[in-house]
């Protein structure tokens, strides 16, 4: 079972910036791909940002130029830097992973999984 964990969210003014953290643990083998989503109130969750395990990255065109993100292999962990924000940037931000983890001694299996989310409101 993997777990990941967000961090880093919060209120911030128009124009300001955020960092958001999030940590994947677990019986973790290897993580593929891992990405940034977001969700308003009544509205699907929409990509934000994704990034490949060797660094490629793909990214929502409302948020090219602002919003940059990175991983750490080493920690597992995967970030998003929220520059230039705008208030049509305030929603939840939920962080997922893909790879394979390990289940048993001998048994490996691919897991997908979310963490909670994390709040970013953009306001004066």
């Known amino acids: 079972q993997v777990q990941l964990v967000e961090s880093g969210g919060g209120l911030v003014q128009p124009g300001g910036s955020l960092r958001l953290s999030c940590a994947a643990s677990?019986?973790?083998?290897?993580?593929?791909?891992m990405g940034w989503y977001r969700q308003t109130p009544g509205k699907q969750r929409e990509l934000v940002a994704s990034?490949?395990?060797?660094?490629?990255?793909n990214y929502a065109d409302s948020v090219k130029g602002r919003l940059t993100i990175s991983r750490d292999n080493a920690k597992n962990t995967v970030y998003l830097q929220m520059n230039s924000l705008k208030p049509e940037d305030t929603a939840v931000y939920y962080c997922?992973?893909?790879?394979?983890?390990?289940?048993?001694?001998?048994?490996?299996?691919?897991?997908?999984?979310w963490g909670q989310g994390t709040q970013v409101s953009v306001s004066s």
């Open positions: 997922k992973a893909d790879g394979l983890s390990k289940t048993t001694w001998t048994s490996f299996s691919a897991f997908s999984s």
């Open positions: 990034i490949t395990r060797d660094g490629s990255t």
């Open positions: 677990g019986s973790i083998v290897s993580i593929n791909d």
